[in-house]
């Protein structure tokens, strides 16, 4: 990694933070899990966890002030990752109990799965298929196998922003970025080497 990777875990009490911030810690990251949207303090990288609704991700967000501090962050440039809800909170609006607006960082909305085509939510390892090139993939396989509990998925029409593919009911982007700025559908945490070697990657940028 280049120089010392401090990265902000921003805890607006809608996920696993205790694991997400252990991962990181492992490659190489030394983190400060933090409430408030101060970012005063030197860090270098932002991670956006999340599990949990659409709509209340969103409004937690919005009452601890960090959807505007999110915002200064990403248009700076600087790294940053979304990971499960933290992924979907990137995009347009999500069509999830009712239509709530997101971070709008890309173009696209959030839809369910359908339940009629097969079991939702979509627990266990499924694969992501590299379709994109970019930092967060160097010396990962283009195929690997990576563990994902989720109900909703992302639908875009920028193909730009896709950098990995997973098939469940439809193919969905399930890994995406531009820049500094990358959304993780799958954990990493939860994902063994393999979702390691992508934290150490974000780690890297």
Request: hydrophobic residues 35%; aromatic residues 10%; negative net charge.
């Amino acid at each position: 990694m280049k120089g010392t990777t401090l990265t902000i875990v921003i805890d607006y009490d809608m996920g696993n933070i205790h694991s997400v911030s252990k991962a990181l810690e492992a490659t190489g990251h030394t983190v400060t899990v933090q409430k408030n949207p101060d970012l005063s303090s030197g860090a270098t990288h932002l991670v956006l966890p999340g599990v949990g609704a659409f709509g209340e991700g969103m409004a937690r967000l919005e009452q601890s002030g960090w959807v505007s501090a999110i915002r200064e962050w990403v248009q700076s440039d600087r790294p940053f990752l979304g990971i499960c809800l933290g992924m979907q909170l990137l995009f347009e609006e999500s069509h999830e109990f009712g239509i709530h607006r997101g971070l709008g960082i890309f173009s696209g909305f959030v839809i369910p799965f359908d339940p009629a085509r097969g079991k939702v939510p979509q627990i266990g390892w499924n694969e992501v298929q590299k379709c994109g090139d970019h930092p967060i993939w160097s010396g990962i396989p283009e195929s690997p196998d990576l563990y994902f509990v989720h109900s909703y998925r992302v639908s875009t029409n920028d193909r730009s922003i896709i950098l990995g593919e997973t098939l469940y009911q439809d193919t969905y982007p399930s890994l995406v970025g531009r820049s500094r700025v990358t959304g993780m559908q799958f954990h990493p945490e939860k994902s063994q080497g393999i979702g390691l070697s992508f934290l150490k990657n974000f780690g890297a940028f």
